[in-house]
């Protein structure tokens, strides 16, 4: 009995490093590619419009396929364990950068990106299996860690696959599966289980809808113009990833190099927001009035960035931008703590229900933004249509943000005393 206790915590301590080794070498081996998916589709294409319709598509298909799979993937994981669903989709992560890396076809590059989303949920199952391993009161402080590695990772990944890109186009793919496959032969010699036999449940294909998280909008009442808030919010992020790359080397003729350091660039910034100073504003702010100015200033990051005429702005304007990662935190934790103690996992499933449909709806948006305007001279302002556009969604979510806080504030008036 004795020994069992014993291995049971040692093998509690080896799964934590290697879950965060593992979020580390997963952001590091997604960030390899940012900077050089979009120009892989370009070498498919004739014109730059079709170049964005097509990147629009591989990007569509993924998220498409991840908003579907990835609950599927979580559900498996609570009925047959975290352990062989994480192996499983290490493995599908690493034939899928191998596959993009040799497809031959434009219709390949999309059938492979499908299949990689489908297949790709090691994020939302490797939060459970550290919540899993870990007490409650411990969590925060482990979750704080993943998101360091999540950081880390976008850190280093945009630049490699900066450097890498810029010697030979599909090298960070093949780079990028050779990690993935590191993380399986890792996961398959130290990754113990997480979840006991009598914790399982049966596996039920209903429960694994991801519709389902969006229709307990219909029951959060007040709360409905906060969410309207970050789906506005999110929707401009996702739009700005879906085009930042094609639109820098449109506007600026940027490589794969450039676009990694300042991908690399923006990863630093919401690191140190987030894991550094954002403790220190808390002190001093509401976390109402740091999502205001965050939004605020979003907004005009996002005008700053399409009315750019030279390269450097950009990097410039990611500096300034600083409030802008803080947005989501504060919103969140706005929401968990407005929502009743038996409503935090329908409230927060909403929140990330809300985020997936915007990971979809981003590509769609973005390529008929950007392909009417890809074909017109740099130093035209309307090259930056994508980014007005994300100023006017960011606008639309200060407005709803400070409509919820009026009405709180005016509910607390009138629930006064006297």
Not at 106 to 128: E, K, P
Not at 223 to 248: D, E, G, K, N
Not at 370 to 399: K, Y
Request: aromatic share 10%.
């Amino acid at each position: 009995m004795l020994r069992a206790v014993l291995k049971s915590r040692q093998d509690r301590a080896a799964a934590m490093p290697f879950v965060m080794l593992t979020v580390l070498i997963d952001m590091v081996s997604i960030g390899l590619i940012i900077p050089v998916l979009p120009i892989l589709v370009g070498h498919f294409t004739h014109s730059h419009s079709e170049q964005v319709f097509w990147y629009g598509a591989v990007m569509f298909a993924f998220a498409f396929a991840n908003f579907f799979g990835s609950p599927v993937l979580g559900r498996l994981s609570d009925s047959y364990g975290r352990r062989p669903v994480l192996l499983i989709g290490f493995c599908g992560l690493g034939l899928n950068f191998f596959a993009t890396a040799l497809a031959p076809a434009l219709w390949m590059l999309v059938a492979v990106r499908f299949v990689g989303g489908m297949m790709q949920a090691n994020m939302a199952v490797t939060t459970a299996y550290v919540a899993d391993i870990t007490p409650p009161e411990a969590r925060a402080r482990r979750f704080g860690m993943l998101g360091a590695m999540f950081g880390l990772g976008f850190i280093v990944g945009p630049v490699m696959g900066g450097l890498l890109g810029a010697i030979n186009l599909r090298l960070p793919f093949f780079v990028a599966g050779s990690l993935a496959m590191v993380n399986l032969c890792y996961g398959l010699l130290v990754l113990p289980e997480s979840l006991p036999l009598s914790a399982r449940r049966p596996f039920n294909l209903r429960a694994a809808n991801p519709v389902s998280a969006l229709a307990e909008l219909t029951r959060l009442g007040a709360m409905r113009p906060l969410l309207a808030a970050i789906a506005c919010s999110s929707l401009a992020q996702f739009v700005t990833m879906s085009v930042w790359v094609l639109y820098t080397t449109l506007r600026f003729g940027w490589g794969p190099l450039q676009n990694g350091w300042t991908l690399a660039l923006s990863g630093v910034v919401s690191v140190l927001m987030q894991g550094l100073l954002l403790g220190r504003l808390l002190r001093r702010f509401s976390p109402a009035r740091l999502a205001l100015a965050g939004m605020a200033s979003g907004c005009v990051a996002y005008l700053l960035w399409g009315l750019a005429s030279q390269g450097w702005m950009m990097g410039v304007v990611i500096v300034l931008n600083l409030l802008g990662p803080v947005v989501s935190v504060c919103v969140q934790s706005i929401i968990s703590a407005q929502a009743d103690a038996d409503a935090q996992g329908r409230t927060l499933g909403a929140v990330s229900g809300i985020n997936s449909l915007a990971a979809v709806v981003g590509p769609i948006l973005a390529a008929p933004l950007l392909a009417p305007v890809s074909n017109l001279a740099r130093g035209d302002w309307r090259v930056g249509m994508p980014f007005f556009f994300c100023a006017l969604l960011q606008a639309g979510a200060l407005w709803a943000a400070l409509t919820f806080f009026q009405r709180r504030r005016r509910a607390r008036t009138a629930a006064a005393p006297g």
